[in-house]
């Protein structure tokens, strides 16, 4: 008997016991920030395995994630998001749940924040939550998505390092629509929002520049979108002064990717090409 007592003394915790742990925790109003910020650590570890991803909900994970979504400290909702964005991942499952909690209006407001790290994990959650699902993207939609992703977009004194999330966001929207069939997203065909995009071709970034041209190359390739639109942004004035640049650069390493950057363009240039003339046929 002592010996089993022993056994059990020494039994290591199972995840399931840790997460609900960590959960007793956050829902502990007089917890210390650290500790809750311990907590929330623990669980983005916890939740990475998919059934206890699955499990989250089950033991008032989520509720008591989404709450600190909406702390004071900007460090707590920080890593609220990144826990959401990392249970959500390729996981329709706990995307619907997150979804059907609300969550997405307060990540969406969080891309607003001023700092770099809050909106880069909301951004993250946001991208987890509505990859490949029709019902998270049309309440992206719902909850102005697209208002914040063009803020981002046209923002000067933005970090670049969230333009570059957020153009690949409009990637993955955009390869969605066109591997599915659906067509659900009419912002992504919104002239001012498809100018705030071209726009950024002309910063001197060829890690952005490439993200932009890879965008724009899935948003040509959609039938929603109307190349009259591109042709008011000047896209084909911005290519060719874009092509002029990469030509000009001086390093041998920059030469090198500058010339795969290239490449990209003229494939751009010439879908915008075949959309024009597809758009003056059937004008005709």
């Given at each position: 008997m002592e010996i089993k007592e022993l056994m059990e003394k020494l039994k290591m915790p199972s995840d399931a016991d840790l997460m609900k742990i960590a959960i007793?925790?956050?829902?502990?109003?007089?917890?210390?920030?650290?500790?809750?910020?311990?907590?929330?650590?623990?669980?983005?570890?916890?939740?990475?395995?998919?059934?206890?991803?699955?499990?989250?909900?089950?033991?008032?994970?989520?509720?008591?994630?989404?709450?600190?979504?909406?702390?004071?400290?900007?460090?707590?909702?920080?890593?609220?998001?990144?826990?959401?964005?990392?249970?959500?991942?390729?996981?329709?499952?706990?995307?619907?749940?997150?979804?059907?909690?609300?969550?997405?209006?307060r990540l969406v407001k969080m891309g607003y924040a001023t700092s770099t790290e809050e909106v880069a994990k909301a951004l993250y959650a946001i991208s987890a939550l509505i990859r490949d699902n029709v019902n998270g993207q049309d309440a992206f939609c719902s909850e102005d998505g697209n208002a914040m992703l063009q803020y981002i977009l046209v923002s000067n004194n933005i970090d670049i390092r969230l333009q570059k999330k957020a153009v690949f966001l409009v990637t993955d929207l955009a390869d969605f629509q066109l591997n599915s069939g659906k067509s659900g997203l009419p912002f992504l065909s919104d002239r001012l929002f498809l100018k705030s995009l071209v726009a950024m071709l002309s910063r001197f970034?060829?890690?952005?520049?490439?993200?932009?041209?890879?965008?724009?190359?899935?948003?040509?390739?959609?039938?929603?979108?109307?190349?009259?639109?591109?042709?008011?942004?000047?896209?084909?004035?911005?290519?060719?002064?874009?092509?002029?640049?990469?030509?000009?650069?001086?390093?041998?390493?920059?030469?090198?990717?500058?010339?795969?950057?290239?490449?990209?363009?003229?494939?751009?240039?010439?879908?915008?090409?075949?959309?024009?003339?597809?758009?003056?046929?059937?004008?005709?």
């Open positions: 007793a925790d956050l829902n502990n109003s007089s917890i210390s920030l650290e500790d809750r910020q311990r907590a929330l650590q623990e669980l983005l570890v916890l939740v990475e395995p998919i059934d206890n991803a699955n499990d989250l909900d089950k033991v008032g994970g989520l509720v008591a994630v989404i709450k600190d979504l909406n702390n004071e400290n900007e460090e707590i909702r920080t890593t609220s998001a990144w826990v959401l964005g990392k249970a959500s991942q390729n996981n329709a499952f706990v995307q619907n749940q997150i979804l059907g909690y609300g969550a997405l209006a970034d060829l890690d952005l520049q490439e993200k932009v041209l890879l965008a724009i190359k899935s948003l040509l390739k959609l039938p929603s979108t109307d190349a009259a639109d591109f042709e008011s942004c000047n896209l084909d004035s911005v290519l060719y002064r874009l092509g002029v640049q990469l030509e000009e650069l001086a390093s041998e390493e920059q030469k090198e990717y500058a010339g795969e950057v290239d490449d990209l363009r003229r494939e751009v240039q010439m879908l915008f090409q075949s959309k024009l003339r597809e758009g003056t046929r059937t004008a005709l």
